[in-house]
């Protein structure tokens, strides 16, 4: 009988979670001795993700680990104790698509996948899909947790939590991953060297005198305490990004969209709001004032669109080197060599063996920011253990300016939710107009019925 859990990983070629699900879990001792059950629509990336999974598995020596693979996933649920969801249907065309159609109306999305146009049409792709997967789970492997690492991973957590209760379920973005989230702000904070590596024994004894508050929800979380040994460093982070800015401008800025000028945008969120936006490539989206609208000029610049070609580009290579370490054309110590763990597994090892450690997961507030609903689906640093995550209480309010950004954050992430559910257009067009980046009623309603037009084929039940 195995002593570790399974793990049923839906989406096995993931772009980000394939290889880093296969680096962790053949190397965690608690992990190594359960099971990897890897589910993909497709059979030949399928059949890779196994390939791959097995050698893996034969260089690190983990031979209690069980391996599984297949296209149906009712097949390989059974005794499933965690269930992580990282699939996304033709990504790179899907998110060209709503990009390029919200862009003809003057709303531009650097990132569109989880604000504006494409973050809603999104939603309205994968929660179907979402919630047929907690179906399946409820009736196979009822005690398994289901754990949404697919964006936009708050609706679709909402959406698990409002209409599949059943289902124990949280949702996942790794951009406050831990513990590296910390040795980053410590970094900022030019407490250790910026070129001090991750994991370095520096970081053990420094972290116990950091004290750092995050909230906010997906995408659009914010620092809003960093002090170290008692002494605000919120002054220290924004020399920081003054710095970084001036780097900026120096240097060639980045031609894609996420990366393009972040620290001058963020320096800028700081200006207004005094806090620290921890996921800026996605933020600058969140907001209004770097669209392009008004008459003075947006600085640095407007946000330029996302580059779906890219995005495509760079899948396609990444899976190159995939399929080469699947073949045995590329030696697996590099893959170890490389390669890192994900948040998901991460969380799944400390779950599964009560180790006591915390991670940043999205999920009900549950009081833990005083200011916001206890039903608020905020990112939230949480103690875990296999009842689940439970949110820390912060010290800090949600301060005003940010308060008001993400209540209408959430009203149109939930909005979105009851949209996907009623295929009410009325719905639709509520979330649109109450999205912060959108500003035009006439506008809203004509991206949307493109969107509806263009997408059909992937949104059943719109009529």
């Known amino acids: 009988m195995q002593s570790g859990p399974k793990v049923v990983v839906i989406g096995s070629g993931s772009y980000f979670f394939g290889k880093p699900v296969i680096y962790n879990m053949v190397q965690s001792p608690v992990l190594r001795q359960g099971t990897l059950a890897l589910v993909d629509i497709d059979a030949e990336t399928c059949e890779t993700m196994r ?5 893996a598995k034969a260089h690190a020596g983990a031979d209690q680990l069980k391996i599984e693979a297949g296209v149906e996933r009712r097949a390989l ?39 504006g146009p494409g973050g809603i049409f999104r939603a309205l792709r994968e929660l179907p899909e979402v919630l047929a997967i907690a179906k399946d789970v409820e009736e196979l492997a009822p005690q398994a947790w289901v754990i949404n690492f697919v964006n936009p991973t708050t609706v679709l957590g909402m959406g698990l939590m409002r209409h599949a209760p059943q289902v124990r379920s949280f949702a996942l973005c790794d951009g406050n991953h831990m513990p590296y989230v910390r040795e980053h702000y410590l970094k900022m904070c030019g407490i250790v060297p910026e070129d001090t590596p991750r994991l370095d024994p520096r970081y053990k004894e420094l972290d116990a005198k950091l004290e750092l508050e995050i909230a906010g929800v997906n995408h659009c979380t914010w ?14 982070i924004k020399a920081y990004v003054d710095r970084k800015a001036c780097q900026e401008y120096d240097n060639a800025p980045s031609e894609k969209a996420k990366p393009r000028l972040n620290m001058n945008y963020c320096q800028q969120l700081m200006d207004i709001y005094g806090c620290y936006p921890t996921a800026v490539s996605h933020t600058k989206e969140y907001v209004p004032f770097f669209q392009g609208y008004g008459v003075s000029p947006n600085l640095p610049e407007p946000v330029i669109a996302f580059d779906a070609y890219n995005r495509a580009d760079e899948m396609a290579a990444a899976w190159k080197i995939t399929q080469a370490y699947a073949k ?10 490389q390669g890192h763990g994900d948040h998901a597994t991460d969380i799944i090892e400390a779950m599964w063996s009560n180790s006591g450690k915390k991670f940043y997961i999205n999920s009900a507030n549950r009081g833990a920011v005083a200011n916001l609903p206890d039903d608020a689906f905020l ?25 008001g950004l993400t209540q209408q954050v959430l009203d149109t992430h939930e909005l979105t939710v009851e949209a996907s559910m ?16 959108i500003n035009n009623i006439g506008d809203a309603r004509r ?15 719109w009529n």
């Open 51 to 55: 390939a791959l999974a097995e050698r």
């Open 447 to 461: 991206i949307m019925e493109e969107l509806l037009e263009a997408e059909a084929d992937h949104l059943e039940g």
């Open 379 to 403: 990112e939230l640093l949480c103690k875990v253990d296999m009842n689940g995550p439970l949110p820390l209480k912060l010290e800090s309010k949600m301060p005003r300016g940010l308060l």
């Open 77 to 115: 649920l059974a005794n499933a104790d965690f269930v992580v969801n990282s699939f996304s249907f033709r990504n790179a065309y899907y998110r060209g698509l709503d990009t390029r159609i919200a862009q003809r109306y003057g709303v531009t999305m650097c990132s569109s996948d989880t604000i």
């Open 328 to 337: 045995g054309e590329k030696p697996m110590q590099e893959f170890f060599e």
């Open 422 to 437: 009623s295929k009410d257009r009325k719905t639709l067009l509520k979330a649109m107009l109450t999205d912060p980046i």
């Open 223 to 236: 620092a809003l305490k960093c002090a170290f040994e008692g002494k605000d460093m919120m002054p220290a």
